[in-house]
């Protein structure tokens, strides 16, 4: 008989966690940053007010991004735990019916009742508890949730995206500041849009343009509230 060779596919869904945590997270630094940055010069403030204004943004963004990012996926992570405690008595209980159970799902999904018995059969004596986190929980090693891991890469991609428009405010001069830091935000999500989607095999003109619209609008709004108040003061 001829030794089965895996054939070898190059797929992305095991980069979701860590893509959408890092991309969430350049993204919010880029357009809080900004849009921060934007409203306190709209406001007339002076250039070393507009820097701590920023610089202050972007440790309060960072280690917020961290805080919620990691309760967040560890919540999740508590609720795969629990389930998989679960499961795990169940299968002590009453192994016979969790095996009826697993077939019943092969079976939904288009085997024919004998194939699937025997499926369920052969996948319980090699991983009973890894068959029916899969097939019937939905938990993969892919799409486990890694709390520290997800909480690293948002403040880190948040730091690295907020350096962008502060390192633009500090090297501009004052009258050129705001068109400059709107211009090269709106260049910096545009390029993270397009990365991101390269990444995850998705449009990368939809993916650029998608950054590009909330970015531009959430900056037009706050540099409003900031000319608003500034006229008032």
């Not at 959408?20 to 306190?40: M, P, Q």
């Not at 169940?90 to 697993?102: F, H, N, V, Y």
């Not at 319980?124 to 939905?138: F, I, V």
């Amino acid at each position: 008989m001829r030794s089965l060779r895996r054939h070898r596919e190059h797929h992305r869904t095991d980069r979701i966690g860590w893509l959408r945590a890092g991309v969430l997270g350049a993204n919010d630094g880029i357009v809080s940053t900004a849009s921060l940055v934007l409203g306190v010069a709209a406001a007339s403030a002076d250039k070393a007010s507009i820097l701590v204004a920023g610089v202050a943004g972007l440790v309060a963004g960072a280690m917020s991004m961290a805080a919620g990012e990691y309760v967040s996926v560890h919540s999740q992570a508590d609720t795969e735990k629990a389930d998989l405690s679960r499961e795990r008595a169940e299968l002590e209980a009453d192994p016979a019916a969790e095996q009826r159970e697993l077939a019943a799902i092969y079976v939904a999904r288009g085997l024919e009742p004998d194939l699937a018995q025997r499926v369920a059969r052969q996948l319980m004596a090699h991983d009973a508890l890894g068959a029916h986190a899969r097939d019937e929980l939905g938990i993969t090693e892919a799409f486990g949730a890694r709390p520290l891991q997800a909480a690293l890469a948002s403040a880190a991609s948040f730091s690295v995206g907020a350096a962008l428009p502060l390192a633009v405010t500090a090297l501009m001069p004052m009258q050129a500041l705001i068109p400059s830091v709107s211009a090269t935000s709106l260049a910096f999500l545009a390029l993270l849009g397009a990365v991101a989607a390269r990444v995850g095999g998705a449009s990368v003109l939809t993916g650029a343009w998608r950054l590009t619209l909330w970015g531009a609008l959430a900056m037009m709004i706050t540099a409003a509230v900031g000319a608003l108040f500034g006229a008032v003061v």
